[in-house]
């Protein structure tokens, strides 16, 4: 399969390092919005300005978009779905409908295939969530992120007129955690469930006031959360916030048996010393179960709701039934 990377971050560096460990897929080049010149590949890969990717739609089954999902996603996925089978891993859950929406319609329009808000959260976690609503109707969904970097809102953060650098970790409220285990399903709000800190680096001179309130305040982001903004060097940036670590946890409680005597629990847990990388290699693997599907023939936009689980996995149907069934 032959793959294109769309946007070199830490994400696209991540995408890279992952196709490493898949010989059946093969990385037709990078493409970027920087001078190409200015990027060197970690592994030798060929890049490319980003608006010259049309001119290789005959030699890419599949583009995995490595932008954020404030602003770049939005228009990027759309855009590029008319022409090419893509990827991206879209997290602002308000907003999955809409631009779902927006990329069914291109990728229908183009006869091409689009896989969407696929991660760990919007994407594995939304598989947990969907199986463990299934087995067990008569209970309820808690989901718990971090301690960890969210790349998605510190990049939104970084968008902010006078940031130069920005590191969101996402915090889950203990005492939440532990009423949710306990089985007692409690009614949280947003705020009960995660504190959000933010660690700025301001531009020289920028009005710090108006950042902290421009993020305090940010729809879909940190407006919902008891958010601490801390302005920091980019020294101290470098030295305690370099690496993205993330988790969390998506716990479902609930009851069976005919008078709902039995409580039962299914918690599925994530540890991740790097977001991107893990993010990357959940990209990856749907990007082969895109390419097995587009090749049926099927077009428009999907999620990964809709994709076989055996679609994923390099090994035969055979090889999948003896050594994993």
């Known amino acids: 399969m032959k793959l294109a990377i769309y946007g070199y971050g830490n994400l696209g560096r991540g995408v890279e390092a ?20 200015t990027v060197v590949s970690k592994t030798g890969a060929k890049v490319f300005a980003a608006d010259t990717i049309s001119q290789f739609k005959d030699e890419i089954d599949a583009v995995i978009l490595c932008g954020g999902s404030a602003t770049d996603l939005p228009e990027l996925t759309p855009m590029l779905a008319k022409d090419f089978c893509v990827i991206d891993s879209f997290d602002t859950h308000a907003n999955i409908p809409q631009h779902f929406d927006a990329v069914d319609a291109a990728a229908k329009a183009g006869g091409k295939l689009a896989l969407i808000s696929c991660g760990w959260d919007p994407g594995m976690f939304s598989l947990n969530r969907l199986y463990a609503s299934a087995i067990l109707p008569d209970g309820k969904d808690y989901t718990f992120w971090g301690r960890g970097v ?66 305090v305040t940010m729809p879909n982001y940190f407006a919902d959360y008891d958010t601490t903004v801390t302005f920091i060097t980019a020294e101290q940036m ?15 409680t609930g009851k069976t048996g005919r008078n709902g005597e039995h ?28 390419g097995r599907m587009a090749s049926r023939g099927q077009t428009g936009c999907i999620t990964v709701f809709d994709v076989a689980p055996a679609d994923l996995s390099p090994l035969s149907h055979e090889q999948l039934r003896k050594s994993m069934l």
């Open 150 to 215: 969210s790349q998605g809102h510190s990049d939104a953060i970084r968008r902010i007129p006078g940031v130069l650098d920005a590191r969101q970790y996402t915090v889950p409220v203990e005492e939440a955690l532990e009423a949710v285990r306990s089985g007692a399903q409690p009614e949280l709000t947003a705020r009960q469930k995660h504190l959000r800190e933010c660690y700025v680096v301001a531009e020289p001179g920028a009005d710090k006031r108006a950042i902290e309130q421009a993020i």
């Open 263 to 290: 409580r039962q629990r299914i918690e599925y847990s994530l540890s991740l010393d790097s977001n991107p990388e893990f993010t990357a290699n959940v990209l990856v693997a749907f990007s082969r179960a895109l």
């Open 18 to 37: 992952a196709m490493q460990s898949n010989p059946d897929m093969e990385l037709v080049g990078i493409f970027t919005r920087r001078d190409p010149a």
């Open 238 to 252: 470098q030295a305690e916030h370099s690496a993205l670590p993330h988790g969390g946890f998506v716990i479902r």
